[in-house]
């Protein structure tokens, strides 16, 4: 459902306008998109393919309820920045549920007990302290980001357990297959959204900062008035 509600949102962005005042980056942004998609296509989506084949379903979710239960103490930590309290008591009780009773995270225990799945990251935390987005930037092997969501990045690795290990060969073997695992998620879907795309670069981008802007807000984000200035807007 989630992956389906993210090709509906593309969708809708694909009638986007070619330029973008957020893009003043555009012809460097668009080296790296080109350059990400020849890795991808390379490298990555083969490696999703044999996955995908290769590992049954029941573990593709174990797998992926793992890692989120990994993101959900990221999710914790901003919650508490932003001060958002109740959900933070909600998340905290995620985890624990997900890390003792649903085996290490292995089994999503909190979701169906009443403890939701949200979405917090830095880059929300800064947006939602006032901290404007600055222009969309396309990282290298990361994907779309902008000036705030990069920076939100590295801060948030800070608290991502994965990352707190000293065990290096571990560390970058369960970053790959978290990697792989969510790469693989989207073959199914992947075909649909480029062919609603004119240029999927556009696509992309568009879709990608109306969902931030979406996420800073809580789902409720205020009118844009055209003739406002984006670099000011979260």
């Given at each position: 459902?989630?992956?389906f509600?993210?090709?509906?949102?593309?969708?809708?962005?694909g009638?986007a306008?070619?330029?973008?005042?957020?893009?003043?980056?555009?012809?460097?942004n668009r080296?790296?998109y080109?350059?990400?998609?020849?890795?991808?296509?390379?490298?990555?989506?083969?490696?999703?393919?044999?996955?995908?084949?290769?590992?049954?379903?029941?573990?593709?979710?174990?797998?992926?309820?793992?890692?989120?239960?990994?993101?959900?103490?990221?999710?914790?930590?901003?919650?508490?920045?932003?001060?958002?309290?109740?959900?933070a008591?909600?998340?905290?009780?995620?985890?624990?549920?997900?890390?003792?009773?649903?085996?290490?995270?292995?089994?999503?225990?909190?979701?169906?007990?009443?403890?939701?799945?949200?979405?917090?990251?830095?880059?929300?935390?800064?947006?939602?302290?006032?901290?404007?987005?600055?222009?969309?930037?396309?990282?290298?092997?990361?994907?779309?980001?902008?000036?705030?969501?990069?920076?939100?990045?590295?801060?948030?690795?800070?608290?991502?357990?994965?990352?707190?290990?000293?065990?290096?060969?571990?560390?970058?073997?369960?970053?790959?297959?978290?990697?792989?695992?969510?790469r693989?998620?989207l073959?199914?879907?992947?075909?649909?959204?480029?062919?609603?795309?004119?240029?999927?670069?556009?696509?992309?981008?568009d879709?990608?900062?109306?969902?931030?802007?979406?996420?800073?807000?809580?789902?409720?984000?205020?009118?844009?008035?055209?003739?406002?200035?984006?670099?000011?807007?979260?």
């Amino acid at each position: 459902m989630k992956l389906f509600a993210l090709i509906m949102m593309l969708a809708l962005a694909g009638c986007a306008t070619p330029y973008n005042r957020k893009d003043p980056l555009e012809p460097l942004n668009r080296k790296i998109y080109q350059f990400n998609d020849t890795v991808d296509k390379a490298v990555i989506k083969p490696v999703a393919k044999g996955y995908e084949s290769a590992v049954p379903l029941f573990m593709r979710v174990m797998i992926g309820d793992f890692f989120s239960n990994l993101d959900d103490v990221v999710v914790f930590v901003n919650d508490i920045l932003q001060l958002k309290g109740v959900q933070a008591v909600s998340d905290a009780g995620r985890v624990f549920l997900n890390s003792t009773i649903g085996f290490a995270g292995l089994v999503d225990v909190a979701t169906p007990a009443g403890y939701p799945k949200h979405n917090e990251d830095f880059g929300q935390t800064l947006g939602h302290w006032g901290v404007a987005s600055g222009p969309y930037l396309v990282l290298p092997f990361l994907g779309p980001s902008d000036f705030r969501d990069g920076l939100g990045t590295v801060v948030d690795w800070q608290f991502y357990p994965l990352y707190r290990t000293t065990d290096v060969a571990r560390r970058n073997s369960l970053t790959v297959l978290n990697g792989v695992d969510k790469r693989a998620d989207l073959l199914n879907t992947e075909n649909i959204m480029m062919q609603a795309a004119l240029d999927p670069y556009l696509f992309i981008r568009d879709a990608y900062l109306q969902h931030r802007r979406s996420l800073v807000y809580d789902g409720n984000p205020p009118m844009e008035d055209e003739g406002d200035d984006p670099s000011d807007e979260k």
